[in-house]
Structures are given as structure tokens and as C-alpha cells.
């Protein structure tokens, strides 16, 4: 009942940014928290950064200080900057949202399709 809808990924050359896109549709309830995993081959997939609804924002060190992660409440969507690329943040891209579709159901996470970046020269 809650899809997301990712955009923003590419190819890009190390030191460059991209900025990837998220925006939930469906019936929910209440969002807890937005958020991006990745991964990378032959690795699990790993947290990215999180946002409450509160503004809350949380990083993976791998990442701090470059990334920034942000959301827009009235559209439901959630963004993240990318900036000053490696090719170790090369991964498979996935939007995650953690909501309640119903007042007296408990939340669940819901995930996108993913998206590829790709860091390479």
C-alpha cells in the first residue's frame, strides 16, 4: 500500500555529485523515518543516512560530511546530496520508508526498486 519511487541515479566521475530522489505514495497512515541503504557487490546492504520527521538526521561515518539528507514533508519525499563521490560509494541505491498504513497497525518499511551509482573514471 506504500510505494516509493527513486530517481537521480548515474554515472558520475570521482569528486562529482549527484542527487538522488524519493517520493512515497499510497495510503499511509503516518511516516516514522525516510531513509537510503546500499549495496555494494559481495557486501550487505548498510544504512546510508535517515531522516525523522522531526529532522533528525543520521550518517553512516563512511559518509559524513560529504552526503546530506533532507526531506520535503508536504510531498513525502526524501532527497540525498552526494557530494565529493568515491568509487567505494559505487552501490545499488535504495529509498526506504518506515510508515503505518492503518491507525492500529504497527509500522513497517517499505522499500524502492533501487538505483545505481556508479563511481568510475
Known amino acids: 500500500q506504500v510505494q516509493l519511487v527513486e530517481s537521480g541515479g548515474g554515472l558520475v566521475q570521482p569528486g562529482g555529485s549527484l542527487r538522488l530522489s524519493c517520493a512515497a505514495s499510497?495510503?499511509?497512515?503516518?511516516?516514522?523515518?525516510m531513509g537510503w541503504y546500499r549495496q555494494a557487490p559481495e557486501k550487505q546492504r548498510e544504512l546510508v543516512a535517515i531522516i525523522t520527521n522531526s529532522g533528525s538526521t543520521n550518517y553512516a561515518d563512511s559518509v559524513k560530511g560529504r552526503f546530506t539528507i533532507s526531506r520535503d514533508n508536504a510531498k513525502n519525499t526524501v532527497y540525498l546530496q552526494m557530494n565529493s563521490l568515491k568509487p567505494e560509494d559505487t552501490a545499488v541505491y535504495y529509498c526506504?520508508?518506515?510508515?503505518?498504513?492503518?491507525?492500529?497497525?504497527?509500522?513497517?518499511?517499505?522499500w524502492g526498486q533501487g538505483t545505481q551509482v556508479t563511481v568510475s573514471s
Open positions: 499510497g495510503s499511509i497512515f503516518s511516516i516514522n523515518t
Open positions: 526506504n520508508c518506515n510508515a503505518r498504513v492503518h491507525w492500529n497497525w504497527g509500522p513497517r518499511d517499505y
